[in-house]
């Protein structure tokens, strides 16, 4: 039996966070994907903007791996992952839970990233 | 400082499904809450029908416990558990994520459980 195709896209989306792949992280998405991150700040639409997002995140060092298990129901998987950016050079360190929304071609419609200030900590 | 009023509801909701005590999950709730466990299930409507929801939980023995920070933004808490029911009598273990989201009086107006049969795991 192959992998549930959800799981594969989290760990496909946590190990190309860590190694900086912007190839996976845009293959992940659907052309018209949205990313609310955190959730409540505004909206980035469209694939363009979103590897604009990564290109951001990858310049900080950023690093990402599993906090427990990836949580799948109807068109979601929902996981909790730690963040961590700037290695070695004030560290920062984040505890994000974030929300994929799959479409039927099993890509990436919605991305919401849930965590705030009192998820973050620093050396 | 007093704790961050998300954080604090999470932890007593958490107390309270182990406890099994209906006066505190009832008074977590606002009267017009909704819940969907898991998501994708039909939506519970009201204060009535969620506390025959939690009356079928507690008849299952159910004890609950934390599994990682509570993320916490704008207004939601989204906190990963672990939940166990039949403790000693055929024991079923179900790795939940859920999303609590609140209204202007801290009460939870959306309670979303995101979990699907591989995040079951049985004796």
Same mark, same amino acid.
Request: proline share 5%; charged share 20%; aromatic share 8%.
């Given at each position: #039996?192959?992998?549930?195709? *959800?799981?594969?896209?989290?760990? @496909?989306?946590? *190990?190309?966070?860590?190694?900086?792949?912007m190839?996976?992280i845009a293959?992940?998405y659907?052309d018209d994907a949205t990313i609310?991150?955190?959730?409540?700040?505004?909206?980035i639409n469209g694939k363009d903007a979103i590897i604009r997002f990564y290109e !951001?995140?990858?310049?900080? /060092?950023?690093?990402?791996?599993?906090?427990?298990?990836?949580?799948?129901?109807?068109?979601?998987?929902?996981?909790?992952?730690?963040?961590?950016?700037?290695?070695?050079?004030?560290? #920062?360190?984040?505890?994000?839970?974030? @929300?994929?929304?799959?479409?039927?071609?099993? *890509?990436? !419609?919605? #991305? *919401?990233?849930?965590? /705030?200030? @009192?998820?973050?900590?620093?050396?």
């Open positions: #039996m192959s992998k549930n195709p *959800k799981l594969a896209a989290v760990e @496909q989306y946590i *190990k190309a966070l860590t190694t900086h792949d190839v996976a293959n992940l659907a609310e991150d955190p959730v409540g700040s505004d909206i !951001v995140a990858f310049s900080s /060092g950023i690093s990402a791996r599993l906090d427990g298990a990836v949580r799948i129901c109807a068109n979601h998987a929902v996981f909790p992952f730690i963040v961590e950016l700037n290695p070695g050079n004030g560290e #920062m360190r984040i505890e994000v839970i974030d @929300q994929f929304t799959f479409n039927d071609d099993h *890509k990436v !419609v919605s #991305m *919401k990233a849930f965590w /705030g200030e @009192q998820n973050i900590t620093t050396p």
